[in-house]
Nanobody, 124 residues
């Protein structure tokens, strides 16, 4: 399984970005998916997760109401729409997947495969 994340960049506070993560080598219908981030000097933290099927999603409190996770089976892609960004959102963002029958996965050690990360920088 290979994950390729993209869509990061430099944006001003209040702006938006949409991250994409293309999954190759597997049918994403079999995988729960998530986004994590790691800021300089900090540990990797959970951002958002989506279940294998259905609409079950979960968000970190810090991004709730501003970020939306979604997926496109045909494109084998998971997205993270990020709105109203602030400087505290600056980090490298990682996508991850795990083969799982149901539910969301909220911890990094619960995931099997990871993308390479994409940098998001929010200026004040």
């Amino acid at each position: 399984v290979q994950l390729q994340a993209s869509g990061g960049g430099l944006v001003q506070a209040g702006g938006s970005l949409r991250l994409s993560c293309v999954v190759s080598g597997r049918n994403i219908r079999n995988y729960a998916m998530g986004w994590f981030r790691q800021a300089p000097g900090k540990e990797r933290e959970f951002v958002a997760a989506i279940a294998r099927i259905g609409s079950d999603t979960h968000y970190a409190d810090s991004v709730k109401g501003r970020f939306i996770i979604s997926r496109n089976y045909a494109a084998s892609t998971v997205y993270l729409q990020m709105d109203n960004l602030n400087p505290e959102d600056t980090a490298i963002y990682y996508c991850a997947v795990v083969q799982r029958a149901w539910g969301v996965v909220l911890t990094s050690h619960g995931y099997e495969y990871w993308g390479q990360g994409t940098q998001v920088t929010v200026s004040s």
